[in-house]
T-cell receptor, first 107, second 114 residues
């Protein structure tokens, strides 16, 4: 079966670093996505990993270990606008989403 | 600019009525998807299409149908609306030929079934 797990909620402080973990068990694997979704809005694409290792894009980085079925999204220099839900999604023949992690940023 | 739109943005309907939600994209993407999003469940795939005349069932397809007669549109029909189908519905599209194939989402339709 398909299963994608991530924490329901996390809290961090403005200016700090936070890591959001995602573990998955899927029948196939053709890549892992991270999306950001602000309340009341549509998800927007953040990152994509298909090979093991770290992909860096500005303040955001995403890591993948295929052998462990594990990924994380790292957010640096947190800003208040980073308060949002972060969705992990795995692609086999279609894209399946986890339930999302709601990130709260404290001033 | 290319975009993906959904209509209506809000809809209230009665149990048992047929409802159609529209999705239109101007990117010329082959792949289109319908999701519903509910508290505690995240985004769940309803139906998807990889091209004209192609449709496939997702994980929560019961009570829903789609048809793909052209590249730009994938309407979602609720055959007989039920209260359990009250949700926010997102349409998405993606390019099939270029990595990373990320999905672009429409603004969503909030559907209430009374």
């Amino acid at each position: 079966g398909q299963n994608i797990d991530q924490p329901t909620e996390m809290t961090a402080t403005e200016g700090a670093i936070v890591q959001i973990n995602c573990t998955y068990q899927t029948s196939g694997f053709n890549g892992l996505f991270w999306y950001q979704q602000h309340a009341g809005e549509a998800p927007t694409f953040l990152s994509y990993n298909v090979l093991d290792g770290l992909e860096e894009k500005g303040r955001f980085s995403s890591f993948l270990s295929r052998s462990k079925g594990y990924s994380y999204l790292l957010l640096k220099e947190l800003q208040m606008k980073d308060s949002a839900s972060y969705l992990c999604a795995v692609r086999d023949d279609k894209i399946i989403f986890g339930k999302g992690t709601r990130l709260h940023i404290l001033p | 600019d290319a975009e993906i739109t959904q209509s209506p943005r809000h809809k209230i309907t009665e149990t048992g009525r047929q409802v159609t939600l529209a999705c239109h994209q101007t990117w010329n993407h082959n792949n289109m998807f319908w999701y519903r999003q509910d508290l505690g469940h995240g985004l769940r795939l309803i139906h998807y299409s990889y091209g004209v005349q192609d449709t496939n069932k997702g994980e929560v397809s019961d009570g829903y149908s789609v048809s793909r007669s052209n590249t730009e549109d994938l309407p979602l029909t609720l055959e007989s609306a039920a209260s359990s189908q009250t949700s926010v519905y997102f349409c998405a599209s993606s390019e099939s030929r270029q990595v990373p194939y990320e999905q672009y989402f429409g603004p969503g339709t909030r559907l209430t079934v009374t």
